[in-house]
């Protein structure tokens, strides 16, 4: 079946505008993740979704971030007043239970700039 | 705090060596371990432990975990070009280490 798909691959954007990067999960994957990867770096964790459970947040860098889970399927990354610092790869993941329990399963990131 | 560390950082091989991968972790709530292998865009699955001292083989590579030393190792045997990677570790499914990038040169 279809992996996770994410939008867009690459965006551009002006420091200050804000940003939404989309992730579609495999679908039945009650779990969902986003990471953020700078150059170089591992894997940040940002956000977990688990089914209807609250959203462990504990991985946001600021409160320009924020995210959402609609339907328990389709998520999305808003980051409000982007920095430049903010420039990274953001890649979000999926699986199948809860977190530990069984492997993610990664899409192909978005590639963020802040100019 | 949370940690995983893997070693070393960056690895530099000729096709045919053997390679070790390290991971150690200290984490308050253990579930397992997993190891991706991340080329260009997507980590991709390799193995995932949860039990000490059973090895996991996918070909080439295997992987076996130390619950009571807190660490991992993933061990590629004849190494080819196409194993140029990061290989990242991961304890559960949030704290990742920084990777080991391996590159295999022909």
């Known amino acids: 079946g279809a992996g996770v798909s994410q939008s867009p691959s690459n965006k551009v954007t002006e420091k200050g505008k804000d940003v939404e990067l989309r992730c579609d999960p495999i679908?039945?994957?009650?779990?969902l993740y986003w990471y953020r990867q700078s150059l170089g770096q591992g894997l940040e964790f940002l956000i977990y979704?688990?089914?209807?459970?609250?959203?462990?947040k504990s991985g946001l860098p600021s409160d320009r971030f924020s995210a959402e889970r609609t339907g328990g399927s389709v998520s999305t990354l808003t980051i409000q007043r982007t920095q430049q610092e903010d420039s990274a790869v953001y890649l979000c993941?999926?699986?199948?239970?809860?977190?530990?329990?069984?492997?993610?399963?990664f899409g192909n990131g978005t590639r963020l700039t802040v100019t | 705090e949370d940690k995983v560390v893997q070693s070393p950082l960056s690895l530099v091989v000729h096709e045919g060596d053997t390679v070790t991968l390290n991971c150690s972790y200290e984490?308050?709530?253990?579930?397992?371990l997993l190891w991706y292998k991340q080329e260009k865009k997507a980590p991709t699955f390799l193995f995932m432990l949860?039990?000490?001292?059973i090895e996991k083989k996918s070909g080439r590579l295997s992987s076996i975990l130390d619950k009571k030393e807190l660490f991992s190792i993933l061990n590629i045997t004849a190494t080819q070009t196409g194993d140029s990677a990061v290989y990242l570790c991961?304890?559960?499914?949030?704290?990742f280490g920084k990777g080991t990038k391996l590159s295999v040169k022909p």
């Open positions: 993941a999926s699986s199948l239970n809860r977190m530990g329990n069984s492997p993610l399963h």
């Open positions: 679908s039945g994957h009650t779990a």
């Open positions: 979704f688990q089914g209807n459970s609250a959203p462990d």
């Open positions: 984490v308050t709530n253990f579930r397992s």
């Open positions: 949860t039990s000490s001292g």
């Open positions: 991961a304890v559960g499914g949030l704290i």
